[in-house]
T-cell receptor, first 112, second 115 residues
Framework: GENVEQHPSTLSVQEGDSAVIKCTYS??????FPWYKQELGKGPQLIID?????GEKKDQRIAVTLNKTAKHFSLHITETQPEDSAVYFC???????????FGTGTRLLVSP | AAGVIQSPRHLIKEKRETATLKCYPI?????VYWYQQGPGQDPQFLIS???????DKGSIPDRFSAQQFSDYHSELNMSSLELGDSALYFC??????????????FGQGTRLTVV
């Protein structure tokens, strides 16, 4: 199937805690997996991405892991801050194609 | 750094009217994508262009058409508007399509309301 399953749909954490969002896909031709952060009334902002030849990528407090065999990838945010509150979308793209297929989104709320 | 520019930011139209949304990609980006996002939903791919040619097509209604011009900006034309067309419309751009090795950057979107 084309869809990307994303869990959880909502996630509430205390400031300083870690947050983990997971996505699962079924199309084995997928080779690129970006994560976007969308704040209210704004466009999706690319925060990190990973390609299929890499298992993990980290950028400061944000990391993404990919298990291509199991067809799932996860976003990890450590030391969360209130400004991390937003909707996060995972996405995938197939080799040779341009369109991104998005997950259903996770609303992250970080409480001070 | 320059980002993807979309205009207008907000648009209100009546049913059966037409609307034109414009997108100006990041300088030197030659690929543009259009997405539709309903309330509380994920962005849905409509169509993309590379070097002024349609390169991929998604769930774009026949009432909609789009094109990319010689300066790489793109326009999404929407006719016979329906209430269900009310949504956020995003444009994204990237460098030359290269087997999926390029990142797509999104604009701030156009909020279309059909009344």
């Amino acid at each position: 199937g084309e869809n990307v399953e994303q869990h959880p749909s909502t996630l509430s954490v205390q400031e300083g805690d870690s947050a983990v969002i997971k996505c699962t896909y079924s199309d084995s031709a997928s080779n690129y997996f970006p994560w976007y952060k969308q704040e209210l009334g704004k466009g999706p902002q690319l925060i990190i991405d990973i390609r299929s030849n890499v298992g993990e990528k980290k950028d400061q407090r944000i990391a993404v892991t990919l298990n291509k065999t199991a067809k799932h990838f996860s976003l990890h945010i450590t030391e969360t801050q209130p400004e991390d509150s937003a909707v996060y979308f995972c996405a995938r793209r197939n080799t040779g194609f341009q369109k991104l297929v998005f997950g259903t989104g996770t609303r992250l709320l970080v409480s001070p | 750094a320059a980002g993807v520019i979309q205009s207008p930011r907000h648009l209100i139209k009546e049913k059966r009217e037409t609307a034109t949304l414009k997108c100006y990609p990041i300088p030197r980006h030659d690929t543009v994508y259009w997405y539709q996002q309903g309330p509380g939903q994920d962005p849905q791919f409509l169509i993309s262009f590379y070097e002024k040619m349609q390169s991929d097509k998604g769930s774009i209604p026949d009432r909609f058409s789009a094109q990319q011009f010689s300066d790489y900006h793109s326009e999404l034309n929407m006719s016979s508007l329906e209430l269900g067309d009310s949504a956020l419309y995003f444009c994204a751009s990237s460098l030359a399509f290269d087997r999926g090795k390029t990142e797509a950057f999104f604009g701030q979107g156009t909020r279309l309301t059909v009344v």
